[in-house]
């Protein structure tokens, strides 16, 4: 869901250079009817290789697009998207369509964020609550019975249209989400995200969303606003029981895809947010007395920033004491601003704002008033030991992240 790793390529493969000639097609087609023609083989050989599991065919031909045809690129990571998530399915004699979806939570803390499996009295509340107020009255649910880290998501597009097939197949039957294997441990932050993971059926062309229903079509905007309202209404109070010592915040479930980049980006201001109440709280100290040092971090010195990190030091100690990343996604791009920072120092009118004038937003919101970006570009390094990232001190040094000696402990250890 990140941006791809920029890999050397060697020679591609029948498939995946067909893969590359469809994508391009379609990005060069001058009609719909065009692009439509082009659609089909293309997501005929898509369904092909993730059935049989052939990931690497795919990356090869999106990698080769990434460096090649950024808007061939485009194409094709949507109709991979497409393809994983969203699958068709025949039962007693009627075709369906499939969709997975993630239910997104933001959570953040001071303490541990929970994980792992849902309690089955829970889980149908919670589906209670989607056939209710967000999905369409002829829809069939499933759900998967834990809340998982991003970490512990599927990642490769093979994987998820295997859990698409399988999810849709448990809910035209009505029996329950067998998951299979046990999940990887989740990396401790003071704000993170967990999601459900839900597969909705519905009869072939029929609408998935309450909002999308025919009688609603005509203010689907609003009755999409009041459903989501809704939503967080009703359970908000069962993922506060599931997250207990969390403050959460619930998006709208949304497709697998969609749904993880959207929570991927909205938890960034609150990590930002708890960084400041932890170290606030923890140290007893003011926001006044933080200062952050920004930085942009790429995986090549000379390519685009990748994410921005965020020491954050104390007072007259220029001793990086915790960090946070925000890494950046799709289209966003870094941009260069002046070293020093004045604490009152507004953003640029009438733009949109920037990835960076969106930290420097809520620093300031935090209260946090000394701050430095470092014009420097920076490579992505971490720690030998730990694998933690290192992070910008007032010098623009690269240092690990600690908490000074004295500082009471925590429930857990936080990078």
Not at 55 to 71: P, S, V
Not at 169 to 190: D, I, M, S, Y
Not at 388 to 412: K, N, S
């Amino acid at each position: 869901m990140r941006r791809p790793a920029k890999r050397s390529s060697s020679k591609l493969s029948a498939d995946s250079q067909h893969l590359v000639t469809f994508a391009q097609a379609i990005a060069q087609a001058s009609s719909r009817l065009e692009e439509r023609a082009w659609l089909q083989p293309l997501d005929a050989l898509l369904n092909k290789l993730l059935r049989t599991g052939h990931q690497g065919l795919i990356d090869a031909a999106l990698d080769h697009l990434f460096k090649a045809d950024l808007d061939a690129y485009d194409v094709l990571i949507e109709a991979v998207e497409a393809g994983s998530e969203a699958t068709s399915l025949e039962h007693e004699g009627q075709d369906y369509d499939v969709q997975l979806l993630v239910l997104p939570v933001l959570a953040w803390t001071r303490f541990a964020i929970a994980s792992g499996p849902i309690a089955s009295e829970m889980l149908s509340a919670i589906g209670a609550h989607l056939h209710a107020h967000v999905l369409a009255k002829d829809a069939r649910l499933a759900l998967a019975p834990a809340l998982f880290s991003i970490e512990q998501l599927p990642r490769m597009h093979a994987d998820v249209f295997a859990l698409t097939r399988q999810m849709g197949q448990t809910a035209l039957k009505t029996g329950p989400v067998q998951l299979r294997g046990e999940q990887p441990p989740t990396a401790a932050f003071l704000a993170d995200t967990r999601y459900v993971i839900a597969a909705v059926v519905v009869p072939a062309g029929g609408a998935l969303f309450h909002w999308q229903e025919s009688e609603q079509q005509s203010h689907f905007s609003a009755n999409k606003a009041a459903a989501f309202e809704a939503w967080k209404q009703q359970a908000t109070p069962l993922f506060t029981r599931l997250l207990p010592g969390c403050s959460v915040e619930l998006l709208l479930p949304q497709a697998y895809f969609f749904g993880c980049r959207e929570a991927d980006k909205r938890i960034r201001p609150a990590s930002i947010r708890a960084a400041d109440y932890f170290l606030t709280q923890t140290l007893d100290i003011s926001s006044a007395d933080l200062h952050a040092s920004i930085g942009g971090f790429s995986e090549d010195i000379n390519g685009q920033i990748d994410e921005y990190r965020i020491g954050f030091s104390i007072g007259g100690d220029p001793t990086v004491v915790y960090g946070t990343v925000w890494p950046l996604y799709e289209q966003e791009s870094g941009e260069d601003l002046p070293m020093m920072i004045p604490g009152g120092a507004g953003l640029l009118e009438g733009l949109p704002a920037s990835p960076l004038q969106q930290i420097l937003t809520v620093l300031r919101e935090c209260g946090i008033v000394h701050i430095k970006h470092h014009a420097e570009r920076f490579t992505m390094e971490f720690c030998d030991d730990c694998g933690a990232p290192l992070f910008p001190d007032r010098e623009g040094e690269l240092v690990h992240a600690e908490m000074p000696e004295d500082t009471p402990p925590p429930v857990e250890h936080f990078h």
